[in-house]
């Protein structure tokens, strides 16, 4: 135990020399998580747009009154002519247009149809897609105020309400991800780093040679970062729900608990890759390419799983994150308990198992 | 078992594959001595020591190293050695102090232990001034001095050393030889691989290996009268070149 206490502390002094690990440790999580969350987002708010009113009447002016009270739109041009379209895109300021025919109320009430055209700049296709979305909503709500007085026979309305996320924030969707990935990133490739080094740099023969066992100098190296790592997992966890208003519905105790465990499975990972890499260099590049990519590309963070090709889905099974963050979503945003998420943390734990047993098996190999 | 050898091997031998890098050597060191491991490189000393510190498993014969079995009893020899490599031992962004209490924490040396011998150090280095700087800082020669003393912290009854003194210059060289024969004399033995012809002669006896078999074994002065020549060098040259 004095012994174990004694190579603790020496890693920590290790850590916090070591100016480019401590950043990475603790500076990344935080500046991920704040550009995650505020810079990049699927979601929009107070986009330019602009307004061709041919028809310039009390309907289509209230229409224009209530987008431009919705906090998505602001619109800051009034145009004039068809021809003014293609000007103001090419500006690029304004993302959408909307062109309201000639003689709107008249068409509404005689022909009870009338048409406005939403042009969209769709070089970005995903934010098109959501403006038209958000602003076909709005349409539609008012429609429906309208149609509250006169009494129809049949009416079909479709109510979408969107559980777990009913804004459609998608700090919901990064948080997890995120975290998945600071997790991986600080646990798996720092430890792999920390025990190449030794390696490297003859340390390592100095501590086989030596009375600790090569169990107790894995241990020794990768408690440190067990703890650093929950560190971090708490202050993303804190930061989601002081700064972005994320909910954690499900029970506190069950995430750290989950959390942990895939803390130790990226640990295991880490190890493993030390086994295999002889420089700190060849460590970082496999833990960058074999790790990183996979869990940002395949863990469903990003990309939704249910649409990739089949091989491709069939290697996201093999990656922890991608049981991680069902976990996490689960947790935090459906408020699941462990009934609802035991299979995927029964992975978890298998997957560590299987890692642990290879790396000790691989580091037996070496020692000879 | 005779109580003055603290080493004792009979055809030691280890295989990779068809490969026999150690070559059924026999040999045996007494207390207190200073002993020369030599040979060109690949020759298998580095295999053969490997060996002796218990972190490679030999494929046959026997060794017993400060009386304990090699294929059995590896982790009461670990306790019983200290070991030097030509790499550096010490953690660079440690200060002098916090690698021998590290180090001194691994060999399960008390707090009290580590207190004396961290100041019995300091005092005898001269390190007053540079025992809080991180060992990254000094030079070359006092990072080896340190670190051979690190190596006997734990008061081992031998030490192992490969290649100390790799890379530094002749005095430094010198001062170091000075430590190894103030050890040797307070009764540690010591094992050194080296490539330096000239400490060669430093050493009580020296044995020579030439691809996995001891070809040679005996005192500096005794190797030189028997190959007829004025210097280990030139030993060592008749012999490598068969």
Same mark, same amino acid.
């Given at each position: 135990?004095?012994?174990?206490?004694?190579?603790?502390?020496?890693?920590?002094?290790?850590?916090?020399?070591?100016?480019?690990?401590?950043?990475?440790?603790?500076?990344?999580?935080?500046?991920?998580?704040?550009?995650?969350?505020?810079?990049?987002?699927?979601?929009?708010?107070?986009?330019?747009?602009?307004?061709?009113?041919?028809?310039?009447? @009390?309907?289509?002016?209230?229409?224009?009154?209530?987008?431009?009270?919705?906090?998505?739109?602001?619109?800051?041009?009034?145009?004039?002519?068809?021809?003014?379209?293609?000007?103001?895109?090419?500006?690029?300021?304004?993302?959408?247009?909307?062109?309201?025919? /000639?003689?709107?109320?008249?068409?509404?009430?005689?022909?009870?149809?009338?048409?406005?055209?939403?042009?969209?700049?769709?070089?970005?296709?995903?934010?098109?897609?959501?403006?038209?979305?958000?602003?076909?909503?709005?349409?539609?709500?008012?429609?429906?105020? /309208?149609?509250? @007085?006169?009494?129809?026979?049949?009416?079909?309305?479709?109510?979408?309400?969107?559980?777990?996320?009913?804004?459609?924030?998608?700090?919901?969707?990064?948080?997890?991800?995120?975290?998945?990935?600071?997790?991986?990133?600080?646990? @798996?490739?720092?430890?792999?780093?920390?025990?190449?080094?030794?390696?490297?740099?003859?340390?390592?023969?100095?501590?086989?040679?030596?009375?600790?066992?090569?169990? /107790?100098?894995?241990?020794?190296?990768?408690?440190?970062?067990?703890?650093?790592?929950?560190?971090?997992?708490?202050?993303?966890?804190?930061?989601?729900?002081?700064?972005?208003?994320?909910?954690?519905?499900?029970?506190?105790?069950?995430?750290?608990?989950?959390?942990?465990?895939?803390?130790?499975?990226?640990?295991?990972?880490?190890?493993?890759?030390?086994?295999?890499?002889?420089?700190? /260099?060849? @460590?970082?590049?496999?833990?960058?390419?074999?790790?990183?990519?996979?869990?940002?590309?395949?863990?469903?963070?990003?990309?939704?799983?249910?649409?990739?090709?089949?091989?491709?889905?069939?290697?996201?099974?093999?990656?922890?994150?991608?049981?991680?963050?069902?976990?996490?979503?689960?947790?935090?945003?459906?408020?699941?308990?462990?009934?609802?998420?035991?299979?995927?943390?029964?992975?978890?734990?298998?997957?560590?198992?299987?890692?642990?047993?290879?790396?000790?098996?691989?580091?037996?190999?070496?020692?000879? | 078992?005779?109580?003055?050898?603290?080493?004792?091997?009979?055809?030691?031998?280890?295989?990779?594959?068809?490969?026999?890098?150690?070559?059924?050597?026999?040999?045996?060191?007494?207390?207190?001595?200073?002993?020369?491991?030599?040979?060109?490189? !690949?020759?298998?000393?580095?295999?053969?020591?490997?060996?002796?510190?218990?972190?490679?498993?030999?494929?046959? %014969?026997?060794?017993?190293?400060?009386?304990?079995?090699?294929?059995?009893?590896?982790?009461?020899?670990?306790?019983?050695?200290?070991?030097?490599?030509?790499?550096?031992?010490?953690?660079?962004?440690?200060?002098?102090?916090?690698?021998?209490?590290?180090?001194?924490?691994?060999?399960?040396?008390?707090?009290?232990?580590?207190?004396?011998?961290?100041?019995?150090?300091?005092?005898?280095? !001269?390190?007053?001034?540079?025992?809080?700087?991180?060992?990254?800082?000094?030079?070359? %020669?006092?990072?080896?001095?340190?670190?051979?003393?690190?190596?006997?912290?734990?008061?081992?009854?031998?030490?192992?050393?490969?290649?100390?003194? !790799? !890379?530094?210059?002749?005095?430094?060289?010198?001062?170091?030889?000075?430590?190894?024969?103030?050890?040797?004399?307070? %009764?540690?033995?010591?094992?050194?691989?080296?490539?330096?012809?000239?400490?060669?002669?430093?050493?009580?006896?020296?044995?020579?290996?030439?691809?996995?078999?001891?070809?040679?074994?005996?005192?500096?002065?005794?190797?030189?009268?028997?190959?007829?020549?004025?210097?280990?060098?030139?030993?060592?040259?008749?012999?490598?070149?068969?």
């Amino acid at each position: 135990m004095k012994r174990f206490i004694g190579f603790v502390t020496k890693e920590f002094y290790h850590i916090f020399r070591d100016r480019r690990s401590l950043f990475i440790l603790f500076g990344m999580p935080i500046v991920q998580i704040l550009l995650f969350g505020f810079a990049i987002t699927n979601e929009i708010n107070n986009v330019d747009i602009a307004i061709l009113d041919h028809s310039n009447d @009390a309907i289509t002016k209230e229409i224009i009154n209530k987008i431009s009270a919705s906090k998505y739109f602001s619109i800051i041009q009034l145009i004039e002519r068809e021809d003014d379209i293609e000007s103001v895109f090419k500006k690029g300021n304004v993302k959408a247009v909307l062109n309201f025919e /000639q003689d709107f109320s008249k068409n509404l009430i005689k022909e009870r149809q009338a048409t406005v055209q939403i042009l969209t700049d769709a070089t970005d296709p995903n934010t098109a897609n959501t403006i038209s979305n958000y602003v076909n909503s709005i349409l539609k709500k008012y429609q429906q105020e /309208q149609n509250k @007085a006169i009494t129809i026979n049949y009416v079909i309305v479709s109510e979408p309400r969107m559980v777990y996320n009913p804004e459609l924030k998608s700090v919901y969707m990064f948080v997890p991800g995120v975290m998945t990935i600071i997790l991986m990133l600080v646990s @798996a490739m720092m430890t792999s780093i920390s025990i190449t080094r030794e390696k490297e740099l003859g340390t390592m023969e100095i501590l086989l040679v030596s009375p600790i066992k090569p169990f /107790q100098v894995i241990v020794g190296k990768v408690f440190p970062y067990i703890f650093l790592s929950v560190i971090n997992a708490i202050i993303i966890v804190l930061l989601s729900i002081f700064i972005f208003k994320m909910p954690v519905q499900g029970s506190l105790i069950l995430l750290a608990f989950e959390s942990i465990l895939f803390i130790v499975s990226a640990l295991a990972l880490g190890i493993l890759i030390s086994t295999i890499s002889a420089t700190q /260099q060849t @460590a970082m590049m496999i833990s960058l390419m074999g790790l990183m990519l996979p869990v940002i590309l395949l863990s469903g963070f990003i990309f939704p799983i249910s649409s990739m090709p089949i091989p491709l889905q069939f290697i996201s099974h093999a990656i922890p994150a991608k049981w991680f963050i069902i976990i996490l979503k689960g947790i935090m945003l459906k408020g699941v308990g462990l009934e609802f998420i035991w299979k995927e943390t029964l992975i978890l734990i298998g997957m560590t198992v299987l890692f642990m047993g290879i790396s000790v098996k691989k580091y037996k190999i070496r020692l000879e | 078992m005779n109580s003055n050898k603290v080493i004792q091997v009979k055809g030691l031998t280890k295989m990779f594959g068809d490969f026999t890098a150690v070559n059924a050597i026999t040999f045996a060191v007494e207390k207190g001595e200073i002993f020369g491991f030599l040979g060109a490189n !690949g020759a298998g000393k580095t295999t053969a020591m490997k060996m002796l510190i218990g972190i490679s498993n030999p494929t046959s %014969g026997s060794a017993h190293v400060a009386g304990f079995d090699v294929f059995t009893q590896a982790e009461d020899i670990k306790k019983n050695i200290g070991y030097m490599s030509q790499k550096f031992a010490l953690y660079d962004d440690l200060t002098v102090k916090e690698n021998i209490t590290f180090f001194g924490g691994i060999y399960g040396l008390s707090k009290l232990k580590i207190k004396e011998k961290t100041k019995e150090m300091i005092d005898d280095l !001269g390190l007053e001034d540079v025992a809080n700087q991180l060992v990254g800082a000094l030079p070359l %020669g006092w990072k080896q001095k340190i670190s051979f003393s690190v190596a006997l912290l734990h008061e081992p009854k031998i030490v192992f050393l490969d290649e100390p003194t !790799g !890379g530094v210059d002749p005095i430094t060289r010198r001062q170091f030889w000075e430590m190894i024969y103030r050890a040797a004399h307070q %009764g540690t033995t010591i094992f050194v691989t080296t490539h330096y012809m000239d400490e060669a002669e430093y050493c009580d006896r020296v044995s020579i290996m030439v691809s996995g078999k001891i070809e040679a074994l005996d005192t500096p002065k005794k190797l030189k009268e028997q190959f007829q020549v004025t210097s280990m060098n030139d030993v060592f040259l008749k012999l490598a070149r068969g």
